[in-house]
């Protein structure tokens, strides 16, 4: 299994919902990452986990919570968006970045995506 | 900042016409991926390069790193229509090495 699965395809919410975007993937990653990403432009990093730890956060605003349950799953939790946070979210993943071979250890792998519109 | 800039940013072509996209910087990587997306999809792993002047080849696609791995270049070959996407480069440093230096990204339009 070589893929990355993300749910849902689509999501329109309101500021005052709260959701979550959900990343699964089977190939034995350890690392595993959320993007989002603006029309025409290139993703930007929000969080990087390792091992299941939260090892990166790009100084993303609080509205947005990441989880890692176990080495497969990845979750983003919502709350009180902004419309200006509408955009692709994606999700990645990529090998253990501790092994040997480094460089292909690197490549990540990204899911589908999830478009959200906030209202 | 480490930036990564792509040439063109947009390029429409006919099918069957060759074309080459370029990704440059001033930094060093130690590794450098392609990627191909299209639209509301992800992107989508196409190669990795490792060494100084490596080339590889994927079908119709021909990828360079540069000797001095600040560089690469996409070479397509007889554009077909099912190429039409956005490209993207990204590198990855030796520190800081979880995160991708994406490139500006090129949006190639491929008319049948």
């Known amino acids: 299994d070589t893929e990355v699965t993300q749910t849902p395809k689509h999501l329109v919410m309101g500021m005052t919902n709260k959701k979550s975007l959900k990343c699964e993937q089977h190939m034995g990653h350890r690392a595993m990452y959320w993007y989002k990403q603006k029309a025409k432009k290139p993703p930007e990093l929000m969080f990087v986990?390792?091992?299941?730890?939260?090892?990166i956060n790009e100084s993303v605003p609080s509205r947005f919570s990441p989880e890692c349950p176990n080495s497969s799953l990845l979750n983003l939790h919502l709350h009180a968006l902004q419309p200006e946070d509408s955009a692709l979210y994606l999700c990645a993943s990529s090998q253990d970045m501790l092994a040997g071979g480094a460089a292909f250890g690197r490549e990540q792998f990204f899911g589908p995506g999830t478009r959200l519109t906030v209202l | 900042t480490q930036l990564l800039e792509q040439s063109p940013q947009f390029l429409s072509i006919q099918e069957g016409e060759n074309l080459t996209v370029y990704c440059n910087s001033s930094?060093?990587?130690?590794?450098l991926q392609w990627y191909r997306q299209e639209p509301g999809e992800g992107p989508v792993l196409l190669v990795t390069v490792v060494t100084g002047g490596e080339v590889k080849k994927l079908k119709r696609l021909t990828f360079q790193f540069g000797d001095a791995r600040k560089d690469s270049s996409l070479h397509i070959t007889a554009a077909q229509p099912g190429d039409t996407g956005l490209y993207l480069c990204?590198?990855?440093?030796?520190?800081?090495?979880?995160?991708?230096?994406f490139g500006t990204g090129t949006r190639l339009l491929v008319s049948p």
């Open positions: 990204a590198g990855a440093r030796n520190t800081g090495f979880q995160k991708l230096v």
């Open positions: 986990y390792s091992y299941e730890k939260l090892s």
């Open positions: 930094s060093v990587f130690s590794s």
